[in-house]
T-cell receptor, first 112, second 112 residues
Framework: NAGVTQTPKFQVLKTGQSMTLQCAQD?????MSWYRQDPGMGLRLIHY???????DQGEVPNGYNVSRSTTEDFPLRLLSAAPSQTSVYFC???????????FGPGTRLTVT | GQQLNQSPQSMFIQEGEDVSMNCTSS?????WLWYKQDPGEGPVLLIA?????ELTSNGRLTAQFGITRKDSFLNISASIPSDVGIYFC????????????FGKGTKLTVNP
């Protein structure tokens, strides 16, 4: 059981570039979410999904897109990277909404 | 958005000492979760609380769900160097929202 996996672990982008952060879980969890973590700000919710085909916005959704075509995968897309998106991104999953979320190891993104 | 006030922001203690940290809010929560994050890693779930007044232990860690449903505390007894890290509280708001609200973390340093 790998749990929640994220790729890549590190990424450097130039302003305006696009990319997709990958997240997968093998626990058959219905609920998946993306957070960003910035110094002094704690964890802020970007987007979440309560099941395949269903997504919704969190606290800081601007500049990010998500889709959920399968239960296992929940990719996060940056459409046009900006320096303000420099952060550490965490994917998390849980059996039911809001309960006992399990986190991946994170992707450290730098936008220059 | 909803706020969780987590305190203290940081702690510097000697090995063997006990530690206490807490989270408070003006809102009522259905669930309280406590996480620990090691440097460069994702948060790891320590304890989950689901009922007002619930007291749960996990080894040297003890957490309680406040009677008012607006607060929770985490105690660590006989601290050791590997307790170093950032501890986060998180709660699911009463009202059915599936989203977790996170505190900004308590950074713990343990001096050998």
């Amino acid at each position: 059981n790998a749990g929640v996996t994220q790729t890549p672990k590190f990424q450097v982008l130039k302003t305006g570039q696009s990319m997709t952060l990958q997240c997968a879980q093998d626990m058959n969890h219905e609920y998946m979410s993306w957070y960003r973590q910035d110094p002094g700000m704690g964890l802020r919710l970007i987007h979440y999904s309560v099941g395949a085909g269903i997504t919704d916005q969190g606290e800081v959704p601007n500049g990010y897109n998500v889709s959920r075509s399968t239960t296992e995968d929940f990719p996060l897309r940056l459409l046009s990277a900006a320096p303000s998106q420099t952060s550490v991104y965490f994917c998390a999953s849980s059996y039911v909404r809001g309960y006992e979320q399990y986190f991946g190891p994170g992707t450290r993104l730098t936008v220059t | 958005g909803q706020q969780l006030n987590q305190s203290p922001q940081s702690m510097f203690i000697q090995e063997g000492e006990d530690v206490s940290m807490n989270c408070t809010s003006s809102s009522i929560f259905n669930t309280w979760l406590w996480y620990k994050q090691d440097p460069g890693e994702g948060p790891v779930l320590l304890i989950a609380l689901y009922k007002a007044g619930e007291l749960t232990s996990n080894g040297r860690l003890t957490a309680q769900f406040g009677i008012t449903r607006k607060d929770s505390f985490l105690n660590i007894s006989a601290s050791i160097p590997s307790d170093v890290g950032i501890y986060f509280c998180a709660g699911q708001l009463k009202g059915g929202s599936e989203k977790l609200v996170f505190g900004k973390g308590t950074k713990l340093t343990v001096n050998p």
